[in-house]
């Protein structure tokens, strides 16, 4: 008997339109059979938010030959609600990936990130799911460097599997010499950050988010420690955020 191929969702948060997707779908093509689903301009750092206020648009588009591709409205969680949902009609794929993004999704990042919020809402669906990104923020972003990994990646998610709750948090160093793959723990890091605050034309104060990304973690099995000395990482995360640890004190407490 023939061996049916994967069926691929591939997702992101910088738009339809973006590089990074493109050399995504172009790996996922080697190993099974591609649907996209993303949103129709950037989402960035919208987390895991969904739309509830207003109506959602799904388009068919034709980007790529031979790969069926829709845009959404909406946010990247909302994209593979809607692909799981409506393109795919209750059948899930058999794997998810979201990205490639452009810019890290590394230690904290991971909470704010558009990306990774898709990747774990295919792990909340029981759909082997993967988040990748790249340390590049630039719209012409080389992203060849990248491909050869995330398929060793995907394939070893494809043959192992993954458990449930759980998925990857992949994230590239930038240029062209990664010296190989690290499974990490995500870094205690995080941004500190301040409001640079300004007057429109009417003396009306507006701010602008800025900040510097502080790392408090000095050891050498962290995704930044990877990142920093030209590896991959790989952090396997999940979505289950109680803190385990805390409940035997909690049931210390005179409640």
């Given at each position: 008997m023939k061996k049916t191929k994967p069926t691929i969702l591939v997702v992101n948060d910088d738009g339809i339109t973006a590089p990074g997707?493109?050399?995504?779908?172009?790996?996922?093509?080697?190993?099974?059979n591609v649907v996209v689903v993303a949103p129709d301009g950037p989402?960035?750092?919208?987390?895991?938010?969904?739309?509830?206020?207003?109506?959602?648009?799904?388009?068919?588009?034709?980007?790529?030959?031979?790969?069926?591709?829709y845009k959404c409205s909406g946010t990247p969680v909302d994209c593979v609600k809607l692909?799981?949902?409506?393109?795919?009609?209750?059948?899930?794929?058999?794997?998810?990936?979201?990205?490639?993004?452009?810019?890290?999704?590394?230690?904290?990042?991971?909470?704010?990130?558009?990306?990774?919020?898709?990747?774990v809402e295919g792990a909340i669906e029981s759909i082997p799911s993967i988040g990748f990104s790249l340390d590049d923020f630039e719209l012409n972003a080389d992203f060849s460097h990248c491909k050869k990994y995330i398929e060793i990646i995907t394939k070893q998610v494809m043959t192992h599997g993954l458990g449930l709750g759980t998925l990857l948090n992949v994230n590239f160093p930038k240029g062209d010499a990664i010296k190989g793959i690290k499974i990490c723990r995500q870094a205690n890091a995080k941004w500190a950050e301040e409001f640079d605050e300004r007057l429109d034309p009417h003396k009306r104060k507006y701010y602008w988010l800025t900040g510097v990304f502080q790392n408090n973690d000095h050891g050498e099995d962290t995704d930044v420690w990877a990142l920093e000395n030209g590896y991959a990482s790989v952090v396997p995360v999940q979505?289950?955020?109680?803190?385990?640890?805390?409940?035997?004190?909690?049931n210390t407490w005179d409640f």
């Open positions: 997707i493109k050399a995504l779908i172009e790996v996922m093509q080697t190993l099974g989402q960035s750092a919208t987390g895991h938010a969904i739309t509830i206020a207003k109506p959602l648009r799904l388009d068919g588009v034709e980007l790529y030959e031979g790969v069926e591709m692909a799981v949902n409506k393109v795919f009609k209750g059948k899930k794929p058999d794997l998810c990936v979201s990205g490639i993004n452009h810019g890290l999704n590394n230690s904290i990042n991971v909470l704010y990130s558009g990306t990774m919020s898709a990747a979505f289950d955020m109680t803190a385990h640890h805390a409940i035997p004190i909690l």
